[in-house]
């Protein structure tokens, strides 16, 4: 039984100890550097965006689309962001809830085209790649706007109170970092309590306890290094409940459900009674809302609005769902997983960065792990 399911597993497990193989040879091969507080905390304001873009870029995979445009749509909210707070000296709520919108507009328009037009989404997603490209330098005129508020800035570069007042540690964060991980542990219990009771084959003992008690381990390993530093982030309290709503949308809902159902085989779920062109026109509505959280996370980071802002993040963001298990063809695919691969691009991008590799060998390497994955995926395909 356990042979079985490691078996049906493998790809699951095997990212995970991917991650933290890498994790461990670029902590050897840097001295430590890699898994100091300061550089742990780069890592997180570094993937962030990438991180909140994968969850919805996940959808959109699974359900047998893709988006190339999200890169360009970061940039162009990050102008947008730019334009209302530093030109028109707007506050910054009422101009993240039009950032919002706007990201929403977006996703709309170009899951219309999808949906309903039935043009193929990688035509229809590049043309928003070269107009939204296109409206970001018409917004700033080809250059730099900035800086951003300070209260706004606090999106990206602020951390959570130490309301206890730790000496040598930020409290606050640590008991909340611990508390997320026996959750977390709570919830899988529960799950599989529920599995057994009602009949369903759950996952053998010896790996359930194994996985769990790694990932309870991991959680609190981390929150100790960041709550030596200076706590935890704001913006990986917002990666978090992000993870959280997603991970029970697409596990617990029916709208997940039916999300899976439509990249498996659209004509069969369009024969159940699905919706499956409003479910293809939400999940581009979806991917529009959270490219535009992702924008304005990034602009607070930098503190500016640059003409070149977003360029290249579409293929980070496609290659993290890929490398975490979401099948090309659509059906297929974790947020977990998506979440993973993202932070395994982000060590990578990190590790080879301290190492001193250059940016063209750094390129020429995710690329061969992006085929490698993509490679592994359609020949367990074919093998079954």
């Known amino acids: 039984m356990a042979t079985g399911f490691l078996k049906n597993n493998l790809r699951e497990y095997g990212m995970l100890i991917s991650l933290v193989a890498i ?27 990438i991180v909140i873009m994968a969850l919805g870029m996940l959808l959109v995979i699974v359900a047998g689309h893709i988006d190339l445009s999200v890169g360009s749509v970061v940039g162009f909210v990050g102008a947008l ?26 996703g ?20 928003g790649m070269l107009i939204f490209k296109g409206l970001s330098l018409a917004l ?31 409290t606050t964060s640590l008991i909340a ?86 990249g498996g085989n659209e004509k069969a779920a369009r ?31 930098l503190n500016t609005a640059t003409p070149k802002a977003g360029t290249g993040f579409e293929l980070d963001v496609i290659a993290a769902c890929f490398i975490g298990g979401a099948s090309a063809s659509g059906g297929v695919g974790k947020v977990l997983g998506a979440v993973i691969g993202a932070f395994i ?6 590790g080879m960065s301290i190492l001193g590799i250059g940016i063209d060998y750094q390129q020429v390497i995710k690329g061969l792990v992006l085929l490698a994955a993509v490679f592994v995926d359609v020949y367990n395909k074919r093998k079954s």
């Open 108 to 127: 709309a328009a170009q899951g219309w085209f999808v949906a309903f037009f039935r043009i193929p989404s990688f035509i229809v997603t590049l043309a």
């Open 271 to 301: 024969l159940s009674g699905v919706k499956t062109q409003w479910l293809s026109f939400y999940t581009f509505v979806n991917m529009g809302v959270l490219a535009a959280v992702a924008g304005l996370v990034f602009a607070a980071r």
């Open 23 to 49: 994790m461990a040879f670029f902590q050897f091969m840097t001295d430590g550097t890699l898994l100091q507080p300061l550089n742990l905390t780069n890592l997180v304001l570094q993937n962030s965006y």
């Open 177 to 262: 970092g611990i508390a997320v991980a026996l959750a977390l542990l709570v919830a899988k219990l529960r799950e599989r309590s529920n599995q057994m009771r009602h009949g369903i084959e759950a996952e053998p003992t010896p790996f359930f306890v194994a996985k769990n008690l790694v990932f309870v381990a991991i959680i609190v390993a981390f929150t100790w290094k960041l709550a030596s530093y200076k706590g935890l982030p704001n913006v990986l309290i917002i990666m978090t409940l992000l993870m959280l709503f997603y991970d029970f949308v697409t596990t617990r809902t029916t709208v997940g459900r039916r999300i899976y159902a439509l």
């Open 81 to 106: 962001a730019a334009v209302l707070m530093v030109e028109y000296g707007w506050h910054f709520v009422p101009a993240t809830m039009v950032c919002l919108l706007a990201g929403a507009a977006i």
């Open 345 to 350: 691009m982000g060590v990578m991008n990190n």
């Open 140 to 170: 700033l005129q080809g250059q730099s706007v900035g800086p951003f508020p300070q209260a706004f800035q606090l999106l990206s570069s602020g951390f959570i109170p130490d309301w206890l007042a730790g000496e040598t540690l930020r």
